[in-house]
């Protein structure tokens, strides 16, 4: 079993930045892939950033949706078992419930959600 905490979110004026912290714990081992997804209110939940694990020495492949591209960092803190987003020149349309997310792949595929944390930019 994995237990995902997110934490970070809150009110922040457009154009201000704001990080967003998941901590795991549990049964890590198996752990591919760690992401961030967002739900913004009337819309579709969407990927936002994944980032995979990698060998020891070697940086992580990432990938970033195209509206957060340049704008949003993914990162993996090995030392405390979390995944972080670092989000830079908010933007109103960034309002959502951001989500992390974990798939493990060994032994057996499984999904892990946290329980999501509020992002609002607003004036």
């Given at each position: 079993?994995?237990?995902?905490?997110?934490?970070?979110?809150?009110?922040?004026?457009?154009?201000?930045?704001?990080?967003?912290?998941?901590?795991?714990?549990?049964?890590?081992?198996?752990?591919?892939?760690?992401?961030?997804?967002?739900?913004?209110?009337?819309?579709?939940r969407?990927?936002?950033?994944?980032?995979?694990?990698?060998l020891?020495?070697?940086?992580?492949p990432?990938?970033?949706?195209?509206?957060?591209t340049?704008?949003?960092?993914?990162?993996?803190?090995?030392?405390?078992?979390?995944?972080?987003?670092?989000?830079?020149?908010?933007?109103?349309?960034?309002?959502?419930?951001?989500?992390?997310?974990?798939?493990?792949?060994?032994?057996?595929?499984?999904?892990?959600?946290?329980?999501?944390?509020?992002?609002?930019?607003?004036?």
């Amino acid at each position: 079993q994995v237990q995902l905490v997110e934490s970070g979110g809150g009110l922040v004026q457009p154009g201000g930045s704001l990080t967003l912290s998941c901590a795991a714990s549990g049964s890590l081992s198996g752990v591919d892939t760690m992401a961030w997804y967002r739900h913004p209110p009337g819309k579709e939940r969407e990927l936002v950033a994944s980032i995979q694990s990698s060998l020891p020495g070697r940086r992580a492949p990432t990938i970033y949706a195209d509206s957060v591209t340049g704008r949003f960092t993914i990162s993996i803190d090995d030392a405390n078992d979390a995944v972080n987003l670092q989000m830079n020149s908010l933007k109103v349309e960034d309002t959502a419930v951001y989500y992390c997310n974990a798939v493990l792949r060994s032994p057996r595929l499984e999904n892990y959600w946290g329980q999501g944390t509020q992002v609002t930019v607003s004036s």
